[in-house]
C-alpha cells in the first residue's frame, strides 16, 4: 500500500500563499515559514504531517501528494480548510 510523509504550510488566501512559496523558491526554510504563518496546528512542528496512506487526507491534497515530485514544494492547493503549500518528505508506492 502507497504511504507518504508530507509538510504544509496552511493560509486563508492564495496571494499570501503565493507569497510564501517565492519566498521558499528564494532560499527561506519552509519550516520556519510554517511556524510563522500556517493556521494550522502542525505548523508549530514546521508543518510535518508525519506518514499517511491514500484517503486519509482531503481529496485535494491526496492528489498532490501521491503524485508530486518528493521535496519539491506544490501549491497552491486550495481546499475546504484553505491554501495550502505541500512538499512530499518521502513517498512508497
Known amino acids: 500500500m502507497a504511504k507518504a510523509s508530507a509538510r504544509h504550510l496552511l493560509v ?12 521558499i523558491e528564494k532560499g527561506e526554510k519552509f519550516a520556519e515559514l510554517a511556524k510563522e504563518h500556517s493556521t494550522c496546528p502542525s505548523g508549530r512542528s514546521g508543518g510535518e504531517l508525519g506518514e499517511f496512506g491514500p484517503g486519509q487526507m482531503v481529496p485535494e491534497f ?8 518528493v521535496n519539491e514544494v506544490q501549491g497552491p492547493v486550495k481546499t475546504q480548510f484553505g491554501y495550502h503549500l505541500l512538499e512530499v518528505t518521502s513517498r512508497q508506492d
Open 12 to 23: 486563508a488566501d492564495e496571494a499570501t500563499c503565493n507569497d510564501l512559496k517565492a519566498r
Open 62 to 69: 491526496d492528489k498532490v501528494v501521491f503524485s508530486a515530485p
